[in-house]
């Protein structure tokens, strides 16, 4: 199994959400119809420090073996973050279904990253391909 393009995607999904909500917080509030106070926006910029530092995370991880034992944690960490994510967004979009478009797209990306995140979770990498011919 390829992990590099799934850690590559997650880690630019995640910085992309990282800076948009470390530098964008309250634009991004009234775009998604809420009118912030000063707590609101300090909250949207602490998780969106948290997704920028579970980019780095990811990105630095790209290019180790992940699936199986190895590197278990980050992936086991992305799982229940995309999963959770993935069911809150699903729960809150089947109830209030007139939300930006935006949010669905936001919300099949992380499922589509929580079912990738589970399949490695339980399968072993490929083996290294060897350069000999």
């Known amino acids: 199994m390829q992990t590099k393009i799934m850690m590559t995607l997650s880690a630019a999904v995640l910085a992309v959400l990282g800076i948009a909500f470390t530098f964008l917080p309250e634009e991004l509030a009234v775009y998604l119809g809420s009118e912030p106070g000063p707590l609101d926006v300090l909250q949207l910029q602490v998780v969106g420090a948290l997704y920028a530092g579970f980019a ?16 278990r944690p980050i992936c086991i960490a992305n799982f229940a973050h ?8 699903f729960k809150f979009l089947f109830r209030y279904p007139e939300q930006p478009f935006t949010l669905w797209i ?21 083996p290294a391909q060897s350069s000999q011919v």
């Not at 780095?56 to 073996?65: C, F, I, P, Q, V």
């Open 56 to 71: 780095m995370l990811n990105w630095m991880a790209k290019g180790s073996r992940v699936g199986g034992i190895y590197n």
């Open 82 to 89: 995309f999963f959770i994510g993935a069911m809150a967004m």
């Open 106 to 126: 936001l919300c099949a990306v992380y499922a589509g990253l929580a079912a990738w995140f589970g399949l490695t979770l339980y399968r072993h990498p490929l």
